[in-house]
């Protein structure tokens, strides 16, 4: 599976960006996606995932109730919908998936990984 992630900018804070994950070489709808980040300077983070369905998500708490993980799995593509963004939210962001019907949290429990994407958030 390979992956490529995109949509990433400059945004001012209080301000919203989508990422699109999309997925090549393989059904995607049998793999859970996470999205991750990684700042200047700190170890990769778990944002959320979802599962293959879509059915569950789970969120780190630093994002629940401003970013939202959906899937379409028919365009292969999954997207993290990110509002009411801070200045702290800036970093590398990164999708992953993993041949799963599970959610995954831990990096290291993924497979595939995409080239990330920038967020600049400005206050």
């Known amino acids: 599976v390979q992956l490529q992630a995109f949509g990433g900018g400059l945004v001012q804070a209080r301000g919203s960006l989508r990422l699109s994950c999309t997925a090549s070489?393989?059904?995607?709808?049998?793999?859970?996606v996470g999205w991750f980040r990684q700042a200047p300077g700190k170890e990769r983070e778990f944002v959320t995932s979802t599962t293959y369905s879509g059915g569950t998500t789970v969120y780190a708490d630093s994002v629940k109730g401003r970013f939202t993980i959906s899937r379409d799995n028919a365009k292969n593509t999954v997207y993290l919908q990110m509002n009411s963004l801070k200045p702290e939210d800036t970093a590398v962001y990164y999708c992953?998936?993993?041949?799963?019907?599970?959610?995954?949290?831990?990096?290291?429990?993924?497979?595939?990984w995409g080239q990330g994407t920038l967020v600049t958030v400005s206050s």
């Open positions: 070489g393989h059904t995607f709808s049998s793999y859970a």
């Open positions: 992953a998936a993993k041949y799963s019907v599970h959610t995954r949290t831990r990096a290291y429990e993924y497979d595939y």
